[in-house]
């Protein structure tokens, strides 16, 4: 897929930005053919170098981009210069289901394992024993805390768990 196709998907333009943030989403949504320095981003896009130097690797430590090193013969300076690898995106987006997938597993085996209690006045949420140690009390207020139903909160995360194991063609455990 070429990356111009690649960038129209919000799927995926949300996770440039979600790696790069909104300072680095230019330098990620630009990505130029072929080799590019640092410097020339910076000025092509009218970004500090430091703000394009971050995305940049930010890009490397999620393999979509990669640099090599050219060192100056006369100044003795080093150029780096940086190749964009979007082609990676898809797979680091198969990663990101599959951790979500034993994240959402562990929250719902915590969820259903621990009872829980609620502050409404500020909205805190403990679990029994910590409920207990306040005297079902909250230390912030001073409320009565009362006990929480999360049926509802675990029944949304086993759905949403539903949908990625179908997505990525997995069996429940």
Not at 77 to 99: D, K
Not at 119 to 135: D, I, P
Request: charged residues 30%; proline residues 4%; hydrophobic residues 40%.
């Amino acid at each position: 897929m070429a990356f111009e196709e690649l960038l129209e998907d919000p799927v995926i333009q949300k996770y440039l930005h979600d790696l790069v943030g909104p300072t680095g989403m230019p330098v990620a949504a630009a990505p130029p053919d072929g080799e590019v320095t640092d410097e020339e981003l910076a000025e092509e896009l009218g970004l500090e170098l430091n703000d394009v130097r971050r995305a940049l690797f930010i890009l490397y430590e999620n393999d979509l981009a990669s640099y090599r090193r050219v060192r100056d013969e006369d100044s003795g300076w080093l150029t780096y210069l940086w190749t964009f690898h979007y082609e990676n995106i898809p797979e680091n987006l198969e990663e990101e289901m599959y951790r979500l997938v034993d994240a959402l597993e562990g929250r719902i085996e915590y969820e259903t394992e621990h009872q829980f209690y609620l502050c409404e006045t500020c909205s805190l949420r403990f679990e029994f024993e910590e409920a207990m140690e306040f005297g079902f009390e909250c230390p912030e207020c001073g409320s009565q805390l009362e006990a929480m139903e999360n049926t509802r909160m675990v029944e949304g995360m086993e759905w949403r768990l539903d949908q990625l194991r179908e997505e990525l063609n997995i069996e429940a455990a």
